[in-house]
């Protein structure tokens, strides 16, 4: 596609459910990235995909947290027993390859809120 | 210390007036400064990126790096109500992740 491709685009649920956020990366790109933005804060990393190798999982808040990449493309973040404190825009982000890392571009965001 | 500060304080002016944007940090481990530009419920969008020090133009925008300072700056020239939005500042070590300021809230008011 045209641009990095995020759904849903809005999702409300109540606390103590899982939740699934999809990223579809910019056609070609190789590596992925994860971040969470909270009310009037920056981003926060939560995790890194490059082609086939390990994820970089260091930012993942809690084992409530987790994502994969399947085929070297879309990506899924969950959120299991969801908190308060999850409620954030989820943006999803992607380069051509790792050293393109200067050429990150976001998708425009999952909006999160847990009642 | 944070690894980069942006006082996300908002920051109003007038059209045509010229805004000026900055960020201090502190990995000297930081190789490309970016600046994004995000629109209300919109995701970020890359506006400048630079490598190293100097200066780099792009129409009404300039950035600026001083890695000795590990300062860097944006500024709009000529500010247009378009460009109220929020502008992050984001740095990249070469490794698996951007880090990112705050961001800071400009109007620009018609």
């Known amino acids: 596609g045209a641009g990095v491709s995020q759904s849903p685009s809005n999702k409300v649920t109540e606390k103590g459910k899982d939740v699934e956020l999809r990223c579809d990366p910019i056609s070609g790109h190789t590596a992925l990235y994860w971040y969470r933005q909270s009310l009037g804060q920056g981003l926060e990393f939560l995790i890194y995909?490059?082609?086939?190798?390990?994820?970089?999982k260091s930012g993942l808040p809690s084992d409530r947290f987790s994502a994969e990449r399947t085929g070297g493309s879309v990506s899924t973040l969950t959120i299991q027993r969801t908190q308060q404190e999850d409620s954030a825009v989820y943006l999803c982000?992607?380069?051509?390859?790792?050293?393109?890392?200067?050429?990150?571009?976001f998708g425009e965001g999952s909006w999160l809120t847990v009642v | 210390q944070k690894e980069v500060e942006q006082d996300p304080g908002p920051l109003s002016v007038p059209e045509g007036a010229i805004v000026s944007l900055n960020c201090t940090y502190s990995?000297?481990?930081?190789?490309?400064f970016m600046w994004y530009r995000q629109y209300s419920r919109k995701g970020p969008e890359l506006l400048m990126y630079t490598y190293s020090s100097g200066n780099k133009e792009d129409g009404r925008f300039t950035a600026q790096v001083d890695k000795s300072s590990k300062y860097i700056s944006l500024f709009i020239r000529d500010s247009q109500p378009s460009d109220s939005a929020t502008y992050l500042c984001?740095?990249?070590?070469?490794?698996?992740?951007?880090?990112f300021g705050k961001g800071n809230q400009v109007v620009v008011i018609p």
């Open positions: 982000a992607s380069s051509r390859d790792r050293a393109s890392g200067n050429t990150i571009y």
């Open positions: 995909f490059q082609g086939n190798s390990a994820p970089d």
């Open positions: 984001a740095m990249f070590a070469g490794n698996n992740r951007l880090a």
């Open positions: 990995n000297s481990a930081f190789q490309y």
